[in-house]
């Protein structure tokens, strides 16, 4: 045996009775604190604060609700979902293959659907080396990752300006790449060109394009009310996480913000009386705090709003520009909501261009057998290393 | 003989062995009758003629499940109507046993050398090409002897009422195809008695008319 299973069960037992214990949502110092949310107040405590955690900045009020408004007789909604295979450094070859998933559905007088998928193979220098004068960066981890997302915008680009109704482009996962963060400049430089580029084509057409996170994790909603029951504007000071953890850890105070739980936005739109969202509502807009927007031109900074699906709260981002255009997001909201129903709760476009990006398993070890035959035919035996073959040929 | 016609396609041939092939219908349960003939290019042979075995429509991967889509308010052909996709990620198959090749111009009743190449078309058969297929019974054999999701007898009786209407009510072919089929069952008198009884059944009404 690997695991001893009964050396674990203590502790994750401990641990799913920390996360229950903070799911109430009627403690009375919380349920006061949203029943008396300023959100004049609120905004300039945010605008001052020193927090470590991101906080939402609302475009609107903070807890503004909108029902889900109807469907345009015709419209089209466009998705694409990228899968990856990438060699792993035990082998012989350097190259990634990304296989970009589609899906097109026109709704109204001309009901029409399009699946499919296209792959692309990376090997060459340009596609897996961003150069730094003499210095070469591998095109790996979240660098690759942002080269991804900017393939599958491209698919739908190509897609949706095919369309002659409103369309909507729906992607899977975060629109913001916070996979750069902390990341060299030339790589951060080199993907967000990328990226800024392909964001600003949707903008210059205005075809709206979101990013669909089921059962976020995200706070910044949440964060934002522990600035609210926060004491030390009482005191005359703005916000400071730091100096009231170091006062804490010194015994002198105890955190305000304590009345807050430990939960996530999805929980507090989800379960909370005084701010739920209902199926088919969203939240209003916020603007989030993520450093890497910087880099982006203002009307494609990447902001959010949350909306109930029937099945849970999902978090949905849109670029500003979508956001600003009552129209637009309204096309949005309308059509997001609508693929969440048809396909219990998750968008059915985003669903089908999954299934036809994927590749599974089997797919993957045929993709080795096969770079093992073109080996072969050229009369070369590859290497492989020597933990890689250990994993392989498992012996006693 | 028929090796410049057109051939209408239906579908092509997914799954292929000697004894029967699996073939994917262009469009969704777009499909041929159960005990209908069916052709296909072969290879080493101008054509493979089969039979329809069975037929199911279900999901493109077999590792999603067929959900409810409906409501009273969307129902039937509005329900396809309103969720496009579904032409996409669902399909229609059906198996056809194979029962006789042609070669040169002439008509062989047995298994094909090989089996029908996978991906090639496959096309209904009519007409002309019924009564020439269905001029001799011995093919029925093949058909006894087929084992299948369906009970023999059952694709038998769909078989011989299709092609006793594809023949224009051809009484007599049907009387030698009865004949046939108790003469090769004469041996298991329960199976000949439960075919030619469920043969009755089927084909009673058609007779009266």
């Known amino acids: ?396 | 003989m028929c090796a410049s016609r057109e051939w209408s396609r239906i579908g092509e041939v997914v799954e292929t062995s000697t004894l029967q092939f699996v073939v994917e219908c262009d469009e969704l349960d777009s499909l041929p009758e159960l005990g209908s003939f069916v052709r296909v290019e072969g290879t080493g042979v101008d054509a493979v003629y089969g039979i329809v075995a069975f037929a199911e429509t279900g999901t493109v991967d077999p590792g999603r499940r067929v959900v409810r889509r409906g409501s009273t308010d969307l129902r039937d052909r509005a329900l396809y109507e309103a969720n496009p996709e579904l032409r996409f990620v669902l399909r229609s198959l059906f198996v056809a046993v194979a029962i006789a090749y042609e070669a040169a111009g002439r008509l062989v009743y047995l298994v094909p050398p090989y089996p029908p190449p996978l991906h090639y078309s496959v096309s209904p058969v009519q007409g002309d090409e019924i009564r020439r297929l269905t001029a001799t019974h011995t093919y029925l054999a093949m058909l006894l002897d087929f084992v299948g999701p369906i009970p023999c007898e059952q694709l038998l009786a769909a078989h011989l009422l299709y092609v006793y209407r594809e023949r224009r009510s051809d009484r007599d072919w049907l009387e030698q195809a009865a004949q046939e089929i108790a003469r090769l069952t004469k041996r298991d008198h329960d199976r000949s008695r439960r075919i030619l009884l469920t043969l009755e059944t089927a084909l009673g009404p058609e007779l009266q008319t």
């Open chain 1, 1 to 396: 045996m690997t695991l001893d299973l009964m050396k674990v069960v203590s502790e994750l037992r401990r641990l799913v009775a920390v996360a229950t214990a903070d799911q109430s949502n009627d403690a009375p110092a919380f349920v006061s604190l949203l029943r008396h949310f300023d959100d004049r107040e609120v905004r300039r405590r945010v605008e001052q604060a020193r927090t470590s955690w991101l906080l939402a900045t609302a475009l609107g009020s903070y807890f503004e609700r909108h029902g889900a408004p109807s469907v345009p007789p015709n419209f089209a909604c466009v998705a694409t979902d990228g899968s990856l295979v990438a060699s792993d450094r035990h082998g012989p070859l350097t190259f990634a293959i990304v296989n970009i998933g589609h899906c097109v559905l026109e709704y109204g007088a001309r009901a029409h659907a399009q699946l499919g998928s296209e792959p692309t193979v990376l090997w060459r220098d340009d596609d897996l080396w961003i150069a730094d004068g003499a210095r070469r960066i591998p095109v790996a981890g979240s660098a690759l990752a942002v080269r991804r997302a900017v393939m599958e915008l491209e698919a739908a680009w190509n897609l949706a300006t095919k369309q002659d109704a409103p369309v909507v482009v729906l992607q899977d996962g975060t629109l913001i790449p916070w996979g750069l963060e902390g990341q060299l400049a030339p790589v951060v430089s080199w993907a967000l060109e990328r990226f800024g580029a392909a964001l600003a084509t949707f903008r210059e057409r205005k075809i709206p394009v979101a990013g669909f996170i089921s059962y976020p994790g995200s706070r910044d909603v949440l964060n934002v009310l522990r600035v609210a029951a926060c004491d030390y504007p009482l005191e005359g000071r703005p916000v400071n996480c730091d100096d009231c953890t170091l006062r804490v850890q010194r015994g002198e105070r105890q955190r305000a913000c304590r009345i807050v739980p430990e939960l996530t936005d999805r929980w507090l739109f989800r379960h909370c009386d005084e701010v739920r969202l209902e199926a088919g509502e969203r939240s209003g807009c916020y603007r989030s705090r993520s450093t890497i927007l910087q880099h982006l031109p203002e009307p494609d900074r990447i902001v959010f709003f949350y909306l109930h699906t029937g099945t849970e709260v999902a978090r949905v981002e849109v670029p500003l520009w979508v956001a600003e255009d009552e129209q637009v997001l309204a096309l949005v909201h309308a059509v997001v909501w609508d693929q969440c129903r048809r396909a219990r709760g998750y968008p059915l476009a985003l669903q089908e261009a999954h299934e036809q990006a994927v590749i599974h398993q089997d797919q993957r070890r045929q993709i080795e057998s096969l770079l093992d035959r073109l080996f072969a035919e050229t009369g070369v035996v590859q290497e492989r290393s020597a933990k890689e073959r250990s994993k392989r040929v498992r012996f006693a």
